[in-house]
């Protein structure tokens, strides 16, 4: 009876997309739906505060404060109303060659200020090629969360060649991921690489998956909507 089941968690990643236009689109369709986190630009995040939306931040520094020229804290981002900050998604590992000692540095600044992070890990093409996906997974997963407990975080499984492809694992690809993490970690996951309006509904069958991560298809209000529906 999926009208039962608990609404699994929509974390639209904006990226460095969207627009004011797409800012009150998206507060004028959802206002009152309470499994989406908006990850908008930075400039943007204080346009959803007084929304019942949460907001989340895509980045934060591993630093309180200080000399960083372009970063955010953790804190700044709690300041403004933010629930919820991504870390170490492959975009920063790749061009930010942020390592997992950094990202779990991160974490436990949005832990500390009073966010949620959700700690994406995932293996490259190559990794998932050579079978290594699940090594690589427990390396990142263990390197980016010890000493944190589990219900302080979230992980976003987000295999690097899923994210902005259009292909996606099998479910049970993805469900032995999920079943992997956690089994290590008791934690909420979500699965994020390629989600859309096409696919929402057949990944929501996923029995332990606990949300989405959203791209490219969060630019969109129709398929955004199609995707928290299919979540619901
Ligand atoms: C992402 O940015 O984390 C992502 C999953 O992107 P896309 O949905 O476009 O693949």
């Known amino acids: 009876m999926a009208h039962l089941r608990d609404p699994k968690l929509v974390v639209a990643n904006w990226k460095m997309n969207g627009s004011l236009d797409l800012v009150h689109q998206v507060l004028e369709e959802f206002d009152d739906t309470d499994h989406l986190v908006v990850c908008p630009p930075a400039p943007y995040i204080p346009l959803f505060i007084e929304s019942d939306l949460f907001v989340g931040g895509q980045d934060c520094s591993a630093q309180e404060e200080g000399a960083h020229t372009g970063d955010v804290s953790a804190q700044q981002l709690y300041d403004v109303g933010c629930t919820h900050v991504i870390v170490g998604h492959s975009e920063r590992r790749l061009s930010h060659r942020e390592t997992n000692e950094w990202i779990h540095a991160k974490a436990k600044m949005a832990i500390r200020a009073g966010l949620m992070p959700i700690i994406c890990i995932g293996e490259r093409d190559e990794e998932q090629t050579d079978n290594h996906a699940r090594q690589t997974l427990l390396a990142q997963l263990s390197q980016c969360t010890h000493g944190l407990k589990p219900q302080q975080y979230i992980v976003a499984y987000e295999p690097v060649w899923a994210i902005g492809s259009g292909k996606t694992p ?63």
């Open 170 to 232: 099998s479910n049970v690809e993805i469900e032995t991921a999920i079943n992997t993490i956690k089994s290590e970690k008791p934690t909420q996951v979500l699965y994020g690489g390629s989600v859309s309006n096409l696919n929402a509904s057949q990944i929501a069958l996923i029995p332990d998956l606990d949300g989405v991560l959203v791209g490219g298809a969060s630019l969109e209000i129709n398929k955004l909507n199609a995707i928290v529906k299919a979540l619901s």
